[in-house]
């Protein structure tokens, strides 16, 4: 399912008007966005966790070249299913 699908469902299940369903979900996604980038966690109960892993700078290397490259601190987002989402793909 991609963004354009997800709005569709929201305006079938609701009484909202497609660009009503499409600000919904682009707030929703702004939200997460904003919370992640402030270092916060985000949770939805039974479906998933959204947070943020922070990572020191090292020593890299260039597979191209065998150089080495300094690699700078970093931060990145990962997803973690919750218990109820596991169970219903597992059906």
């Known amino acids: 399912m991609n963004k354009l699908e997800l709005i569709a469902a929201l305006r079938e299940k609701t009484d909202l ?4 369903a499409g600000a919904v979900v682009d707030h929703f996604f702004d939200l997460m966005a904003k919370t992640l980038a ?3 966690r985000v949770e939805i109960r039974g479906l998933c966790s959204f947070y943020v892993k922070e990572y ?6 260039n597979p191209k070249t065998g150089e080495k490259v300094k690699i700078k601190p970093k931060k990145l987002p990962f997803f973690k299913a919750g218990k109820e989402l596991k169970e219903r793909v597992n059906r």
């Open 17 to 20: 008007s497609k660009s009503e």
């Open 38 to 40: 402030g270092g916060d």
């Open 56 to 61: 020191k700078s090292y020593t890299g290397r």
